[in-house]
């Protein structure tokens, strides 16, 4: 069994990348989760046998938030790339891969960026 103050840092290093994680996500990056479930199960089953423990329980609390953060994010990917497979088109995730792209915050107002050009068949002469 890991001590309680190590668990409470693994609890704080894991929200710490998750919220990392949900970020780069809504910049327009792939995540790669693997591993999270037993991660947070294992988190979950040692916390639970230091009941009682205020701090920890404040700590495991403070993760859910982000957790459920990630999984919006996840959702949010997930319909782009339904939308994308389907050919309809999201100027909302043009914008977010541009932001990325250039290197601006994720804070950017919409209309900071110009408009996504129409889309127009190529023609070759």
Do not use: F, K, N
Request: with cysteine.
């Amino acid at each position: 069994m890991t001590g309680t103050p190590t668990l409470r840092r693994d609890i704080q290093a894991l929200t710490a990348a998750l919220e990392e994680t949900r970020a780069q996500m809504e910049a327009g990056l792939a995540a790669d989760l693997t591993g999270l479930d037993t991660r947070v199960a294992t988190l979950c089953a040692e916390a639970q046998s230091a009941r009682g423990d205020a701090e920890l329980a404040a700590a495991l609390e403070r993760l859910l938030p982000t957790l459920d953060a990630v999984a919006a994010a996840l959702t949010r990917q997930r319909e782009t790339l339904a939308a994308a497979a389907e050919g309809r088109h999201d100027p909302h995730t043009a914008r977010q891969r541009a932001s990325a792209a250039y290197g601006r915050g994720a804070s950017a107002a919409p209309g900071d960026l110009p408009p996504d050009p129409p889309a127009t068949p190529s023609r070759q002469s």
